[in-house]
Structure formats: C-alpha cells, structure tokens
T-cell receptor, first 113, second 114 residues
Framework: AQKITQTQPGMFVQEKEAVTLDCTYDTSDPSYGLFWYKQPSSGEMIFLIY??????QNATEGRYSLNFQKARKSANLVISASQLGDSAMYFC??????????FGTGTRLQVFP | DTEVTQTPKHLVMGMTNKKSLKCEQH?????MYWYKQKAKKPPELMFVYSYEKLSINESVPSRFSPECPNSSLLNLHLHALQPEDSALYLC?????????????FGQGTRLTVV
C-alpha cells in the first residue's frame, strides 16, 4: 500500500506567486517524521523542511512552510514568492520508527516568468 | 560540513565488469543509505547501514553488494549488472533511530550498463 501520496504530477506557478504542493500519508505509528526534498535536474536531493508528528506548530524555513493537518494525514508544502530557481521535482517523504525514509512519487514544479 | 560525497559522478560499465560506487560523509552520522532512482521515479531504498551494520536490505539482487568499512564510508560493489540497472544511485546519511533526523544526500552516481 502506498504510504506517501502526491497526487499532482506537475504544477505551474508564476514567479512571485505562492504555490502549494500536496502530500498525504498513511501510518499507524504515533511517532513519525515528514520531510520535503527538492531535486533539481542535477540529481541531488536537497532537504527543505521537516515536521514531526508531535509538533504543535507548522514548520517554516524561509520561503517554505509546511501545512500539517494531522487528523487528515496531510503535510502540504507551501512555497511563497516563487522564484525561477524553484523549478524542480519535489518529493514528500516519511520516516516511521525505523531507519527507513520512503518517498512519494513527486511533483514537478515549473515556475514561469 | 553538511556534505555527502559520492564518486564517481558518472559510470559506464559492461555487463561483465566489476565496479564500485563510493560514498563518504564526515557529519558523524551513524546511518547510511543506498537508494536507486530511475528516471521520473522517486528514490527506492536499497540498503541501510546503522552503526556500520546492515539493518535493512530491500530484497536487492545479489549483484549489488554493499559494504560499510567504517562510520564515514559506504561502498556499493557492482558485478554482472543488467541494462535495467542503469539509474541514478544516491547515497544518504542521517542519525539513526530518530524520526526527526533529516537525511543528507550526495549528488549521486549516474550509472549506465551497456
């Protein structure tokens, strides 16, 4: 069964606008971590932001924020003031109470001028 | 220093060759990972080493053989690969047993099997 679901294969956003990338997850473990990574065409996976299952506040890192809705099991990434350099693949990932970090299928974001 | 270094960046090998991919980190992380990523797909976990011991093997064929000589190094030995093994191989490291520990990735090795 798919544990991480990203339903948007591709998204377009205009420069300087905000965009939300969706992620839902499935786990019965009360303790887990949710992560977002960016992968440019060069291939490197770049860590963006983390949200823990027990965190009361939504995580923020600069222009990135995570809209965490625990009851709905969603962890959407919000990118504010999009830049051309934000064009990349974005992966949502989850770690449960193991050393496994598993990824969703990804969303390709394209920022246009 | 938040860096994971992978070598080589590109590798072309024949199906009868033996080669190795190397990964190094100096962040004091005690968990290291190998992922395989095909084009337009998410990374798929292959192996996890925790405290230099193999803790997870995701039913990877034996033509892939991981090795963790010490806490900073991770190798992936390749032998008798098939063309379908062509992919981006990513190494990552993190602190083990911590849900909150992000994994840091290297730039990957783009492997082509001919």
């Amino acid at each position: 069964a798919q544990k991480i679901t990203q339903t948007q294969p591709g998204m377009f956003v205009q420069e300087k606008e905000a965009v939300t990338l969706d992620c839902t997850y499935d786990t019965s473990d009360p303790s887990y971590g949710l992560f977002w990574y960016k992968q440019p065409s060069s291939g490197e996976m770049i860590f963006l932001i983390y949200q823990g299952s027990y965190d009361q506040q939504n995580a923020t890192e600069g222009r990135y924020s995570l809209n965490f809705q625990k009851a709905r099991k969603s962890a959407n990434l919000v990118i504010s003031a999009s830049q051309l350099g934000d064009s990349a693949m974005y992966f949502c990932a989850m770690r449960e109470d193991t050393d496994k970090l598993i990824f969703g299928t990804g969303t390709r974001l394209q920022v246009f001028p | 220093d938040t860096e994971v270094t992978q070598t080589p960046k590109h590798l072309v090998m024949g199906m009868t060759n033996k080669k190795s991919l190397k990964c190094e980190q100096h962040m004091g992380h005690r968990a290291m990972y190998w992922y395989k990523q095909k084009a337009k797909k998410p990374p798929e976990l292959m192996f996890v080493y925790s405290y230099e011991k193999l803790s997870i093997n995701e039913s990877v064929p034996s033509r892939f053989s991981p090795e963790c000589p010490n806490s900073s190094l991770l190798n992936l030995h390749l032998h008798a690969l098939q063309p379908e093994d062509s992919a981006l191989y990513l190494c990552a490291s993190s602190q083990p047993d911590r849900d909150w520990a992000e994994a840091f990735f290297g730039q990957g090795t783009r492997l082509t099997v001919v």
